[in-house]
């Protein structure tokens, strides 16, 4: 059973407002990763992290920002939502080249 | 470029029916292999998978074999339930990340 949370799982907001989506594992991963899921199911990776300190890009452009401050807490921010950035957010984390794990995914809907 | 080509889907069968979701890979090197699964509403689970050409990996009923030749990892299942339905993604160990295909839903009906 992989130890990975993220909160919240449903998230309705307004355009303009600031969000942070939570991702935390406790399997003491030095990768992380968060992807956004369209509706027809591609995954498109968006940003992740080597270890602490380190944030990547990731294949598909975003408006959101990451930071890795601790070995087991992967946020993510949008300083102002807009309804574009309505989706689904997984977060994952591996512990080198072995086997990554999913968390439950946040839902996010921008009106 | 690395890249994962699975079959468009959805796929729909009748329980108890056989189940192949074709999956062909690009890659530099020998990478890992793996399948995961994605029930509704939830994130994506390991479903199974493979480290070195000819490993098979099974888990649930579900099989795929590492066929480095034809750079391969087929899915298959001899008897799919109600249950299976689900999205179902085949990966490989890119460079310091997974490398996925764009999912197959699968759609088992009674």
């Known amino acids: 059973e992989a130890d990975i949370y993220q909160t919240p799982r449903y998230l309705v907001i307004g355009t303009g407002k600031k969000i942070t989506l939570e991702c935390s594992q406790t399997?003491?991963?030095?990768?992380m990763y968060w992807y956004q899921q369209d509706p027809g199911m591609e995954l498109h990776l968006i940003h992740y992290s080597y270890g602490v300190n380190s944030t990547e890009k990731g294949d598909l452009s975003s408006e959101s920002t990451v930071s890795r401050i601790r070995t087991e807490h992967f946020p993510l921010t949008l300083e102002s939502a807009r309804p574009s950035h309505t989706s689904q957010y997984l977060c994952?984390?591996?512990?080198?080249?072995?086997?990554?794990?999913f968390g439950p995914g946040t839902r996010l809907l921008v009106l | 470029g690395d890249s994962v080509t699975q079959m468009e889907g959805p796929v729909t069968l009748s329980e108890e029916a056989f189940l192949t979701i074709n999956c062909t890979y690009t890659?530099?090197?020998?990478?890992?292999l793996f399948w995961y699964v994605q029930y509704p509403g939830e994130g994506l689970q390991l479903l199974l998978k493979a480290t070195k050409a000819d490993d098979k990996g099974s888990n649930k009923g579900f099989e795929a074999t590492y066929r480095k030749e034809t750079t391969s990892f087929h899915l298959e299942k001899g008897s799919v339930q109600v249950s299976d339905s689900a999205v179902y993604f085949c990966a490989f160990t890119g460079f310091q990340k997974l490398v996925f295909g764009t999912g197959t839903r699968l759609l088992v009906s009674p």
């Open positions: 399997m003491g991963h030095d990768k």
């Open positions: 890659a530099t090197g020998y990478p890992s």
């Open positions: 994952a984390s591996r512990l080198g080249p072995e086997t990554q794990y």
